[in-house]
């Protein structure tokens, strides 16, 4: 069985990240979820430990999979781990370009190459971004991220009965 590094900010991981794990572990065996951390970006919503705490929360049923942070490259980290490959989900064409863009130039760089994993069509619509969205507001996300996500969101941003947010349009006259 293979090693493979699946990549990603994980800010915060989703059910779709989940599957993504999982296909991997059934494909290669050994997987590695490199949490990364780019320096020159600004922090997200949770820190990278906060990041790695939940994900070792939400996996522990799968044994072989461990989770590492990693600041700087994937392509160093792909050294780093002695994997085999990277892999990456995929949800829609728009993730194929962008990722088929990465996936050249780090082979360019390091010879490393890119395995593209279909994400189950039940989940091509949940995005990192749009969970930190709605838990803001106070949304219910619980469908969307795994328990000790959920759980961590819901202490940030208790769920919100309160509708006054929502303001009505003006009416025209």
Not at 70 to 94: S, Y
Not at 115 to 128: D, G, H, N, R, T
């Amino acid at each position: 069985m293979a090693t493979v590094l699946y990549p990603g900010s994980f800010d915060p991981l989703h059910l779709g990240h989940i599957d993504v794990i999982e296909q991997s572990v059934a494909l290669f065996g050994n997987v590695i979820v490199g949490v990364m951390h780019n320096p020159g970006k600004p922090s997200g919503m949770f820190s990278l430990e906060e990041r790695i705490e939940m994900i070792i929360a939400s996996i522990s049923y799968l044994p072989s999979v461990k989770v590492v942070g990693f600041e700087g490259l994937a392509v160093d980290a792909v050294k780093q781990v002695k994997a085999a490959f990277i892999v990456k989900g995929l949800r829609t064409g728009g993730d194929f370009e962008v990722e088929q863009q990465m996936a050249h130039t780090n082979h360019a760089v390091s010879g490393v190459r890119t395995v593209y994993l279909p994400c189950k069509p039940a989940l091509v619509s949940i995005s990192s971004r749009f969970i930190r969205e709605i838990a803001q507001y106070g949304g219910d996300v619980t469908s969307l991220v795994p328990a000790p996500v959920a759980s961590k969101l819901a202490k940030l941003f208790p769920p919100s009965s309160d509708k006054s947010r929502v303001r009505p349009a003006k009416r025209q006259k």
